[in-house]
C-alpha cells in the first residue's frame, strides 16, 4: 500500500520557482541548495577526493566496507547537480548496501559537453581500480540523467576493454536524447519536476550539436551486449518512463540480465526525498539488496 505522502513531496515542488526563468549558474544553486535541506546523518563521512583529476567525494556510512563501491554519478540533465546536491541520497545508498560511494564531480554543458561526462566517469572507475577496488566489488549508479551515464559508462568500459563491474545501477535513466518517446506526451500532465523542454534545453547544451543517436550519448541506441546485470527503477508518474522501459527491453534483447521495477504513483527521483518518503527509503533498500547481492556479499 502506497504511503501517500508523494502528495506532500508534490507541494514540496509546487513551492520551488519557475527554473526557466533561472539562469544556468542560479539554477544550479537552487538544486545543490534544495539538496541540502536533507542533511547527512552524522554517522556518514564525507571526504572530498580527486580521482585521475576528477573532482569526487567519498561517502562512508558508519561500517561500510572499504574493499567495496558504489560509483554514482548524480542527475540534472548533465547541465545541473553535484555530490552536494544527492549527497544525502548516495550517503543512503552507502548505508543501505553497507560499502562506501564515491560521487563523482563530473564536468557538466555547456561549459564541458559530450563526451566530458562519460571521460569523467571511466577515469573515476579507472582511479578505483588503481586503488586495488576489485571491479565485482564495483556497482556503477546513477539516476536521470546519471542513470543515462551509467550506461554509458558500462558500454564505454567495454569498448575500451577494462574488466567490467558487478552491475548497474539505473534509476529512472534518461538513455534517449532524441526525446521522441511518448511518455514526454502521455505523462505530461503528472511529471512535477521534468518537462520536454526542460530537457531538450539540457540535450542541446550536452550534445552542442552533436547527433542525439550517438551510443554514448543515448545508450539506448548503443549495442549493450555483454554489460553487467543492471538495477533499472522508475516510476509511473514520470516522462522518462518509457526510456526505462525501452532500456530493460533493448538490455534483455542484448542477453543482459536486468530487473525493471515500475512503482506506482511516484515521480522523477523519488528515492532523493527518502526523509519524508517511505517508497524512497524502500527503492533506495530495494538497491542496497541488488548490490550486496550482485557483489556476492549478501
Same mark, same amino acid.
Given at each position: 500500500?502506497?504511503?501517500?505522502?508523494?502528495?506532500?513531496?508534490?507541494?514540496?515542488?509546487?513551492?520551488?520557482?519557475?527554473?526557466?526563468?533561472?539562469?544556468?549558474?542560479?539554477?544550479?544553486?537552487?538544486?545543490?541548495?534544495?539538496?541540502?535541506?536533507?542533511?547527512?546523518?552524522?554517522?556518514?563521512? $564525507?571526504?572530498?577526493?580527486?580521482?585521475?583529476? =576528477?573532482?569526487?567525494?567519498?561517502?562512508?556510512?558508519?561500517?561500510?566496507?572499504?574493499?567495496? =563501491?558504489?560509483?554514482?554519478?548524480?542527475?540534472?540533465?548533465?547541465?545541473?547537480?553535484?555530490?552536494?546536491?544527492?549527497?544525502?541520497?548516495?550517503?543512503?545508498?552507502?548505508?543501505?548496501? /553497507?560499502?562506501?560511494? @564515491?560521487? $563523482?564531480?563530473?564536468?557538466?554543458?555547456?561549459?564541458?559537453?559530450?563526451?566530458? *561526462?562519460?571521460?569523467?566517469?571511466?577515469?573515476?572507475?579507472?582511479?578505483?581500480?588503481?586503488?586495488?577496488?576489485?571491479? /565485482?566489488?564495483?556497482?556503477?549508479?546513477?539516476?536521470?540523467?546519471?542513470?543515462?551515464?551509467?550506461?554509458?559508462?558500462?558500454?564505454?568500459?567495454?569498448?575500451?576493454?577494462?574488466?567490467?563491474?558487478? *552491475?548497474?545501477?539505473?534509476?529512472?535513466?534518461?538513455?534517449? @536524447?532524441?526525446?521522441?518517446?511518448?511518455?514526454?506526451?502521455?505523462?505530461? /500532465?503528472?511529471?512535477?519536476?521534468?518537462?520536454?523542454?526542460?530537457?531538450?534545453?539540457?540535450?542541446?547544451?550536452?550534445?552542442?550539436?552533436?547527433?542525439?543517436?550517438?551510443?554514448?550519448?543515448?545508450? @539506448?541506441?548503443?549495442?549493450?551486449?555483454?554489460?553487467?546485470?543492471?538495477?533499472?527503477?522508475?516510476?509511473?508518474?514520470?516522462?522518462?518512463?518509457?526510456?526505462?522501459?525501452?532500456?530493460?527491453?533493448?538490455?534483455? *534483447?542484448?542477453?543482459?540480465?536486468?530487473?525493471?521495477?515500475?512503482?506506482?504513483?511516484?515521480?522523477?527521483?523519488?528515492?532523493?526525498?527518502?526523509?519524508?518518503?517511505?517508497?524512497?527509503?524502500?527503492?533506495?533498500?530495494?538497491?542496497?539488496?541488488?548490490?550486496?547481492?550482485?557483489?556476492? @556479499?549478501?
Amino acid at each position: 500500500m502506497k504511503s501517500g505522502e508523494i502528495a506532500r513531496v508534490r507541494e514540496l515542488l509546487a513551492s520551488l520557482p519557475d527554473t526557466n526563468t533561472l539562469s544556468i549558474e542560479e539554477f544550479r544553486e537552487l538544486y545543490d541548495g534544495f539538496g541540502s535541506q536533507f542533511p547527512v546523518p552524522d554517522n556518514v563521512s $564525507v571526504e572530498p577526493v580527486f580521482a585521475r583529476g =576528477v573532482s569526487a567525494e567519498w561517502v562512508r556510512a558508519q561500517n561500510a566496507r572499504a574493499d567495496a =563501491v558504489i560509483l554514482y554519478v548524480h542527475g540534472g540533465g548533465y547541465v545541473i547537480g553535484s555530490p552536494a546536491s544527492h549527497r544525502h541520497m548516495i550517503a543512503a545508498l552507502s548505508q543501505a548496501a /553497507g560499502i562506501a560511494a @564515491l560521487a $563523482v564531480d563530473y564536468r557538466l554543458a555547456p561549459e564541458s559537453p559530450f563526451p566530458a *561526462a562519460v571521460d569523467d566517469a571511466v577515469s573515476a572507475y579507472e582511479w578505483l581500480l588503481e586503488q586495488g577496488i576489485a571491479p /565485482g566489488r564495483i556497482v556503477i549508479a546513477g539516476d536521470s540523467a546519471g542513470g543515462g551515464l551509467t550506461v554509458a559508462t558500462l558500454v564505454a568500459l567495454r569498448e575500451r576493454q577494462l574488466p567490467l563491474p558487478a *552491475a548497474g545501477v539505473c534509476i529512472l535513466p534518461w538513455v534517449d @536524447l532524441t526525446l521522441t518517446a511518448q511518455s514526454y506526451r502521455t505523462k505530461a /500532465g503528472v511529471d512535477p519536476m521534468v518537462s520536454h523542454e526542460g530537457v531538450e534545453k539540457m540535450a542541446q547544451a550536452y550534445l552542442a550539436g552533436q547527433d542525439a543517436r550517438m551510443p554514448q550519448a543515448s545508450p @539506448l541506441f548503443a549495442d549493450l551486449g555483454g554489460l553487467p546485470p543492471l538495477l533499472i527503477q522508475v516510476g509511473t508518474d514520470e516522462v522518462l518512463l518509457d526510456d526505462a522501459v525501452s532500456l530493460d527491453a533493448r538490455a534483455r *534483447a542484448a542477453g543482459v540480465a536486468t530487473t525493471l521495477e515500475v512503482w506506482d504513483e511516484m515521480i522523477h527521483v523519488w528515492h532523493y526525498f527518502y526523509p519524508i518518503l517511505p517508497e524512497g527509503r524502500e527503492a533506495i533498500a530495494r538497491i542496497g539488496a541488488f548490490v550486496q547481492t550482485q557483489m556476492g @556479499l549478501a
